[in-house]
């Protein structure tokens, strides 16, 4: 790994002056210095924050060569950054970035060292969406914790800080230096298919008071938290990965609903705010997505809520930003609405040469990217990259998933599982009268590189409780003779287990619960993702939420279906009736115990 003394040099000694301390905004005379020595390109190039496939920054795979070569027309994240001059990386598990914590650390300070060593080089800022829960990029043996309604369940803040703190360490320690959390959407609509469990839950005053927070605990280890998905993305049934959603609320809900939690991270200091592609007529009735809106980004996050850090676009490649303008007219409206970020664009190639075009044209001035690129030096000096853009193998080893963090996930685990129906006290089970138990269900792939499958990490926690548990996956979908199987398996065990996933009206899974009810044996459901599941499971005895399917949440939910934790989490979304989803069966706040 190169010297400090490597990377003052390969800055051309600009860095040696730039004493990173006090505001942001103090050393604004150093950072528009460094900006005055840049080309255009170079410019065009800090506002874009790219994917690359590969473990390693020189020497990755074939296959993830030519896979850059056929999306990007580069070979390695190296010559990604030679060619474009890219300010910001993010990565994913599918990209393969993110093999194991050594690996990860080892392609940051290859990206670094790829970006220090150009002419007027500059740190990166490295990227992911660890938001916990159902959407993690880095797995074990990092720590992992509850996801963000979990975290909402348990109601603590103490909970949520510590999250970010020791998220933020471990990220940091890899080279993670910004990551796309916390999610600030107030989740109101039970049939949210892209925030849902994502959200801290459908009260506004308590996803703010956990997403600041949160974004506390990552400042607390120099890790840039990002609020998602300004203007709000909490009630829509649209997934705007693949169509474009239409929020509805008046103006005046939506400064009491949607903007709350913003508010509060803006007050905490957020670093980022991501935008969402998504249509709010009331803040803006051109018809435009919220990134692509100059009266939502300057208007009202800017100007009426005085937020003055960097603006993230959410990925440019999903459906939601690209239906009504082409690839190389939306990074330029971005820029005009607003932004200071343009992520991920499906073609780079596109999206550089139309900002690039668009400021020789003179439909963007080179000091409106001047005024997006300050914001980004300051993000990077504020995170010290200028100084230490390194990191050290020997960090990961003493930070990451160590066996203190590990016990807090835990802990604030227990702290989050949600009991909502126990009829006749069948909870907790015991292995004296319940010592055989059938797992069943759902299994979802891993979210976040833990163990799984679900079902498998019930059975095997249970198994370490002292029961006798076998695990049956039926999945999400099980057919006639998957459920007869399953009946089948039920008759030799004293109970059983089953994990549910976002069951509908004429989901066949319930038709699984129905016929294992039937079978008379002592049937225990847990939500291993929406806890709305259990409008549609009456005819269940015990019902637990868990939110999400990880490892430290599953572990959880087996320790209070044994008795060797009490069921603590509150239910922080309203769960409606399934025949008359204007009443609601259960309120926030709702939580049993024993």
């Known amino acids: 790994m190169p010297s400090r003394r490597t990377v003052l040099t390969a800055t051309m000694g600009v860095t040696a002056s730039l004493a990173i301390g006090g505001t942001a905004h103090a050393d604004d005379k150093r950072l528009r210095s460094l900006i005055s020595r840049m080309t255009l390109p170079e410019k065009v190039g800090q506002l874009f924050v790219m994917r690359v496939y590969g473990h390693s920054a020189t020497a ?29 990386i993010i990565y994913f598990t599918w990209a393969h970035n993110t093999r194991d914590p050594h690996q990860i650390a080892g392609l940051s300070n290859g990206i670094q060292k790829a970006s220090l060593k150009q002419p007027r080089g500059l740190p990166v800022l490295v990227a992911t969406d660890q938001e916990h829960g159902i959407v993690c990029r880095v797995g074990k043996p990092a720590t992992l914790f509850p996801g963000a309604m979990a975290i909402g369940a348990g109601g603590s803040r103490a909970d949520a800080r510590t999250l970010g703190r020791i998220s933020g360490a471990e990220l940091r320690a890899m080279g993670i230096n910004q990551d796309y959390s916390p999610d600030a959407d107030v989740n109101v609509n039970p049939a ?18 956990l997403v600041a927070a949160e974004v506390k605990g990552y400042q607390s280890s120099r890790v840039a938290a990002t609020a998602k998905h300004f203007p709000g993305h909490g009630d829509t049934a649209v997934d705007s990965h693949f169509g474009f959603p239409v929020i509805t609320h008046s103006r005046a809900l939506w400064s009491t609903l949607d903007a709350v939690p913003f ?35 300057t208007g009202i996050l800017r100007g009426e809520l005085g937020y003055d850090g960097v603006v993230i676009t959410d990925s440019l490649g999903m459906e939601g930003v690209r239906q009504k303008y082409g690839d190389d007219r939306v990074p330029v409206l971005a820029l005009k609405a607003g932004v200071d970020q343009l992520l991920n664009p499906p073609s780079l190639d596109i999206a550089w040469n139309a900002v690039l075009n668009a400021v020789r044209d003179g439909e963007l001035t ?24 390194y ?27 949600t009991l909502l129906v126990n009829e006749g006290g069948l909870l907790p089970l015991s292995p004296g009268a ?56 039920a008759k030799d065990a004293d109970a059983v287990v089953v994990g ?14 129905e016929q294992l009810v039937a079978g008379g044996k002592p049937v225990v459901a847990v939500a291993i993702r929406n806890p709305y599941d259990v409008a549609r499971l009456p005819s269940v005895r015990a019902f637990l939420a868990a939110y999400s399917w990880t490892d430290v949440e599953l572990r959880a939910a087996a320790r209070v279906i044994a008795g060797k934790a009490a069921p603590r989490g509150k239910l922080p979304v309203a769960v409606q009736r399934a025949d008359d989803p204007t009443k609601v069966l259960y309120p926030v706040g709702h939580g049993l115990s024993y």
């Open 263 to 297: 508010r509060a991270a803006i007050d905490a200091r957020i670093d980022s705010i991501m935008t969402a592609h998504i249509m709010v007529p009331a803040l803006d009735d051109s018809g435009d997505p919220a990134t692509l809106s100059h009266p939502i980004l």
């Open 391 to 417: 990191v050290r193998q020997a960090d990961v080893d003493r930070v990451v998933g160590t066996r203190t963090h590990l016990a807090a996930a835990d802990r604030i685990a227990e702290r989050t599982t």
């Open 192 to 209: 949210n298919p892209v925030i849902g469990v994502r959200s801290f839950g459908a009260d506004p005053d308590a996803v703010a008071e």
């Open 500 to 513: 549910t996933y976002n069951v509908t009206a004429a989901d066949a899974q319930t038709k699984l619960i």
């Open 434 to 489: 319940h010592k055989k138990v059938l797992v069943v269900g759902a299994d979802p792939a891993s979210p976040s590189g833990t163990t799984g499958p679900p079902t498998g990490v019930l059975a095997a926690a249970l198994t370490g409780l002292g029961f006798t548990a076998t695990a049956l996956s039926t999945g999400t979908a099980p057919s006639a003779a998957t459920i007869a199987k399953a009946v089948a398996a």
């Open 60 to 88: 990755p795979d074939q296959a993830d060569i030519d896979a850059n070569l056929s999306e990007i027309g580069v070979r390695t994240a190296a010559e990604l950054i030679a060619k474009y001059r890219v300010g910001g």
């Open 366 to 389: 080179e000091a409106r990217l001047d005024e997006s690129i300050l914001r980004v030096l300051r993000l990077k000096a504020r995170l010290r990259l200028f100084e230490e853009p």
